[in-house]
């Protein structure tokens, strides 16, 4: 088991649209690891974009500041939110599961621990292409998870499937 490869990008919007930049990524990203251009992008029915005739899975996320892309050869989720917006935290009692909801309750920055929290499930709406149905309240994140970052003052948070080697 294990991830064979993923590929980041990340960029400030500086007044740019975020989705047109985070397009531009995409395409810098797949030519640079392909040595390809970019091929046709479709979307499913639940919303969800993939290449149409690529091995290749993506996802895109964008805050009012950044933009950011990921690359990888198995199905794969980003979420940013800069690290400073301020989120109501009467949000918890209906996003976080019964034992996400201990974690934030016990932690010391109770912003910090939603977004953390927050983008874990925005990628992995993503990453299982269903997208938020209702309120994601049936997930067991821990605020330790490595799969969340900062990058350029956003939590950055990456979830991809792993290979199965058989």
């Not at 989720?77 to 301020?86: F, L, S, T």
């Not at 990453?127 to 799969?147: I, V």
Request: glycine content about 8%.
């Amino acid at each position: 088991m294990g991830v064979k490869a993923m590929f980041l990008l990340g960029e400030k919007l500086d007044g740019r649209d975020g989705h047109q930049v985070g397009r531009e990524l995409l395409a810098k990203l797949y030519t640079q690891t392909t040595g390809e251009p970019l091929p046709e992008i479709s979307v499913t029915s639940n919303g969800k974009p993939y290449f149409t005739d690529s091995k290749w899975h993506f996802s895109i996320s964008h805050t009012k500041k950044h933009a950011f892309c990921a690359l990888s050869d198995a199905p794969i989720g980003i979420d940013a939110e800069e690290a400073d917006r301020k989120i109501d935290l009467r949000l918890a009692d209906k996003i976080l599961s019964p034992a996400e909801k201990a974690r934030f309750d016990a932690a010391e920055n109770k912003q910090q621990s939603l977004l953390q929290l927050w983008v874990l499930k925005e990628a992995a709406a993503k990453l299982s292409g269903k997208g938020l149905r209702g309120y994601p309240n049936h997930t067991d994140f821990e605020l330790s998870d490595s799969r969340v970052r900062i990058i350029d003052g956003c939590y950055v948070a990456i979830l991809q499937e792993e290979h199965h080697v058989i």
